[in-house]
T-cell receptor
Framework: SQTIHQWPATLVQPVGSPLSLECTVEGTSNPNLYWYRQAAGRGLQLLFYSVGIGQISSEVPQNLSASRPQDRQFILSSKKLLLSDSGFYLC????????????FGAGTRLSVL | DAKTTQPPSMDCAEGRAANLPCNHSTISGNEYVYWYRQIHSQGPQYIIHGLKNNETNEMASLIITEDRKSSTLILPHATLRDTAVYYCIVSFRGETSGSRLTFGEGTQLTVNP
């Protein structure tokens, strides 16, 4: 069966520090991969999605970037964190046809202080 | 994608059916209705989706009105573990690259003992 792993579960970082969040998927090939962010008490905002290795689409201009170095690995990065980058970051995957049936990881709660 | 309207909160007694409404009056002919839920501090979980026929799976039933302008998610025997935020999303099925899942504020369902 397919599983999705996200780490770390929680992270506290100072303003101006770099960020790297990793997401990996097991049990499937060529998944579509997604990064979402959820601010406290709000809905999810799609940040990036990827349909293949090295293919990244950005939904919202921001301080973050994403990379997909391997088929089942998706990385969210920042060179310098801002206070506004705090939130709950979620990675998800879907198949090629049913893109809107997405399976989410457990999330990373990031606090930028 | 069409916009949806959901009540911000609902209560339900344990063991009773929970009926969660969703209005999507601007839905187009090819758009599906998707339901996800998010238990506190976890990633969202896909529940069910449908186009115009009623759908049922092991988690829930989805009733879509004949004019497709509204739908109801039914949890037949709610348990305390069903306490979560429920999101109703309208979107194309996902074959095109432009398809998106747009998460709004959802309905906070609280199942009471």
């Amino acid at each position: 069966s397919q599983t999705i792993h996200q780490w770390p579960a929680t992270l506290v970082q100072p303003v101006g520090s770099p960020l790297s969040l990793e997401c990996t998927v097991e049990g499937t090939s060529n998944p579509n991969l997604y990064w979402y962010r959820q601010a406290a008490g709000r809905g999810l905002q799609l940040l990036f999605y990827s349909v293949g290795i090295g293919q990244i689409s950005s939904e919202v201009p921001q301080n973050l970037s994403a990379s997909r170095p391997q088929d089942r690995q998706f990385i969210l990065s920042s060179k310098k964190l801002l206070l506004s980058d705090s939130g709950f970051y979620l990675c998800a995957w879907s198949g090629w046809i049913a893109k809107n049936i997405q399976y989410f990881g457990a999330g990373t709660r990031l606090s930028v202080l | 994608d069409a916009k949806t309207t959901q009540p911000p909160s609902m209560d339900c007694a344990e063991g009773r059916a929970a009926n969660l409404p969703c209005n999507h009056s601007t839905i187009s002919g090819n758009e599906y209705v998707y339901w996800y839920r998010q238990i506190h501090s976890q990633g969202p979980q896909y529940i069910i989706h449908g186009l115009k026929n009623n759908e049922t799976n092991e988690m829930a039933s989805l009733i879509i009105t004949e004019d497709r302008k509204s739908s109801t998610l039914i949890l037949p025997h709610a348990t305390l573990r069903d306490t979560a935020v429920y999101y109703c999303i309208v979107s194309f099925r996902g074959e095109t690259s432009g398809s998106r899942l747009t998460f709004g504020e959802g309905t906070q369902l609280t199942v009471n003992p």
